[in-house]
């Protein structure tokens, strides 16, 4: 495994999921890579000038362009012969991939290049103040869907993004979750071993806009998924290929320690709809660990 | 070789001799033949480049972005609203000093939508930190894509290009054009080398979050580049004459009769050769008028188009785009170019022709001539049709 590859001394708040996310991501890709970042938290913090916490090739373009730009460095890669041994690693949060970047993410995943596109996913745009996404939860408090006496924070649930992905029939698309760090990391050795268009959408904590306690974002990140709030799957070419089991907890679990839910935990009927969310998944991806299976987790 | 082509195809030709690596694009009318061209060359293997058909101007731009940074030479086209879509990136390609050349087949912006030539595409991305050059033939079209790459790539310059040909009028239109040798391409533009790319032997971090305390030096040193191109322009010229053997005089701005002239028209672009035209024909007459050519809008050559103009008494500028609400702006151009001087122009009119592709006869020009002698003319449209005018809501 490489390391110091995404160093130490950038200017990320305590306890963030998408610095430890993008370290083991990295890690795991190995030096021979090109980083193409969308503008947002990450760029912001590992690349104020003169310092950088990159020791791979990085490239920072704008906010909705890392597909397009990825796909012309892949072109460039192919035109000079050099594709083989380099891997190319787009990155978004999750505005700039589910929202403004959508469309350049199809156009990346249409054309079938070889690129790998990481979705670190904190759930609203947390670089500009907490402003609600489209991969934003139901009833979040954002401060563009705030809570008020007409209004129960962001009134619809996130986007399919995996599904929307999915649909371009590309060769892998994954979830996974900065709480279980060897799976990241397997996933993105996976996707990487595979030619063309590869997909992770990686579910990250943020303190701050989450507010949660810093120390609890493995913690925070792990409720998610073992609620069904945030499932594991994996699929290749379209076809599910694994999900992470698991013994659902009480999604007040996962909402209880965080601030940007609390306006619901005493409100029944809203806990109650993002519960049948939670179970919608659970059915879905039959996520429900059997007895006979406990050993495994 | 001469050949009989549309302007689309010779463009197309002349990309092909520059050996780009990466072609990238979205079809809109009237830039859509060249790529078209491209992509069956691409096709039947006349031309080793990766052709990237993408789903926006947006992104063809930012797809020609990330092959310039990986250091492999890129070309892209587009016009109108396509040329708009990519402003965001236009800017960012030019702050990365990222040599990627354009060709800008110029037509008019929506609303109202409309398929035909003005400059008003091309003109509104003055500030974006791109070269313009304006052709005004299908030759100058050819040869001026040779000479964007060769000024792009100056390791002086280092800064994106865009050539901008009149839509239809050039895109469309069919000219006898010298389609030159492969090998005098090559020797009068080498290989892309760029000192920064994206290398995994050699890591650096490109397009970082920049504060206040270096961001204005980044800008400071496009205003101080865009001077020096004023400076490397007239060597190409004189290098590309002697390769080529054709002469662009200074690649700043052409003079057509203007020594002794007492009315001279500036404009850029296709019309240019309308004017020609009318100053022959005039000249035998006995009239003493000329035209002043911008090959080179930016940077603008202000010094050169001074010592044009400072003997003439009587300018009118012919702008193809607006500044809508202040000066048309190459008429602001020149008149700041003549502001101050002791000796300039008394007379500097303002005209505006040929918007979303109405005509610019002869008797346009004409008539530009003629309104030269009246009073100074702060701002007038020629070719205007006052009954459209009439009606009123409410």
């Known amino acids: 495994m490489d390391k110091d590859l995404f160093v130490y001394g950038h200017t ?26 969308n503008t947002g938290c990450l760029e912001v913090f590992s690349t104020g000038y003169p310092e950088s916490c990159w020791g791979v090739p990085f490239i920072h373009s704008l906010f909705e362009n890392a597909a397009a730009v990825a796909s012309g460095i892949e072109s460039a890669l192919k035109y000079l012969g050099k594709k083989d041994k380099i891997n190319v690693l787009a990155q978004g949060g999750d505005g700039g991939t589910a929202d403004i970047g959508l469309q350049a993410l199809s156009g990346m995943l249409e054309r079938g290049h070889d690129v790998l596109y990481i979705c670190y996913d904190n759930e609203a745009y947390m670089n500009t103040g907490i402003q609600r996404s489209g991969l934003t939860p139901l009833d979040t408090n954002t401060t563009t869907s705030p809570i008020g006496e007409k ?89 599910l290929m694994g999900v992470r089991k698991i013994k659902p907890k009480p999604v007040e679990e996962y909402l209880k320690l965080q601030a940007r839910f609390r306006h619901i935990l005493n409100k029944p009927e809203e806990l109650k709809r993002i519960q049948e969310g939670a179970d919608f998944n659970i059915q879905r991806y039959n996520l429900k660990l059997e007895e006979a299976e406990n050993r495994e987790v | 070789m001469k050949k009989f082509l549309e302007g689309s195809r010779a463009v197309a030709e002349a990309i092909r001799l520059c050996k780009p690596g990466v072609i990238s694009a979205y079809p809109i009318t009237p830039q859509t033949h060249i790529v078209e061209e491209l992509a069956q060359m691409v096709a039947n293997g006349e031309l ?43 800017f ?5 000093r990222l040599p990627v050349i354009l060709t800008c087949a110029n037509r008019a912006v929506s609303a109202p939508i409309n398929i035909w030539n003005d400059q008003q595409d091309s003109v509104s991305m003055r500030d974006t ?153 005039m000249r035998a007459k006995g009239k003493k008028i000329g035209l002043l050519k911008i090959m080179c809008f930016r940077p603008f050559p202000y010094e050169r188009v001074y010592q044009a103009l400072k003997d003439v008494p009587k300018v009118a500028v012919l702008d193809k785009a607006l500044s809508l609400g202040a000066q048309a702006p190459l008429a602001e151009e020149i008149k700041v170019a003549c502001w101050g001087k002791k000796k300039a122009p008394k007379i500097i009119s303002s005209f505006v022709a040929g918007l979303g592709g109405r005509d610019i006869t002869a008797e346009s020009i004409k008539e530009i001539y003629r309104r030269l002698n009246q009073k100074e003319v702060s701002l007038d449209f020629i070719d205007l049709k006052p009954e459209l005018l009439k009606e009123k809501y409410g």
């Not at chain 2, 052709?51 to 030479?73: K, Y």
């Not at chain 2, 960012?92 to 990365?96: D, E, K, S, Y």
Request: glycine share 8%; hydrophobic share 40%; charged share 20%.
């Open chain 2, 92 to 96: 960012n390609i030019a702050g990365m």
């Open chain 1, 151 to 239: 209004s129960l924070g962001n009134p619809r649930p996130k986007k399919p993004l995996l599904e929307i992905v999915n649909a371009h029939g590309i060769a892998y698309a994954a979830t996974a979750s900065v709480g279980y760090p060897q799976d990241v990391q397997r996933k993105v050795k996976k996707a990487l071993s595979l030619l063309g268009p590869k997909f992770l959408h990686l579910h990250v904590p943020c303190p701050l806009g989450w507010r949660h306690e810093p120390r609890q974002t493995i913690l925070v990140a792990r409720l998610a998924v073992e609620t069904g709030l945030f499932p594991l799957v994996e699929y290749e070419n379209g076809v």
């Open chain 1, 12 to 37: 990320a708040c305590a306890g963030c999921g998408q610095s430890l996310a993008s370290r083991l991501v990295l890690e795991a890709a190995g030096k021979n890579t090109i980083v193409v970042n």
């Open chain 2, 129 to 281: 930190g791109w070269i313009q050059l304006y052709v005004e033939n299908n030759q100058e079209a050819v040869d001026f894509h040779f000479i964007a790459y060769r000024l792009a790539e100056d390791k002086s310059i280092l800064l994106p290009v865009m050539v901008c040909m009149d839509g239809f009028i050039l895109t469309h239109g069919i000219e006898s054009v010298d389609i030159p040798e492969g090998e005098k391409v090559d020797k009068f533009l080498p290989a892309y080398q760029l000192p920064y790319k994206l290398d995994v032997e050699n890591p650096l971090t490109l397009g970082p979050l920049v504060g206040p305390d270096y961001y204005m030096e980044t800008r400071y040193a496009i205003q101080q580049t865009m001077k020096d191109a004023l400076g490397v322009l007239p060597k190409l010229a004189k290098e590309f004459k002697e390769i080529f053997g054709r002469d662009y005089q200074d690649l700043l701005v052409e003079e057509y009769q203007v020594k002794g002239a007492k009315k001279v028209i500036v404009a850029m672009g296709s019309v240019c050769g309308t004017i020609k035209e009318v100053v022959d024909q």
């Open chain 2, 48 to 90: 080793k480049a990766e052709f990237v058909n993408v789903e926006s101007e947006h992104s063809a731009a930012s797809c020609v972005l990330g092959a310039s940074a990986t250091g492999v030479r890129s070309y892209t086209a587009s016009s109108s609203q396509g040329i708009l879509l990519m402003g965001e990136v236009l």
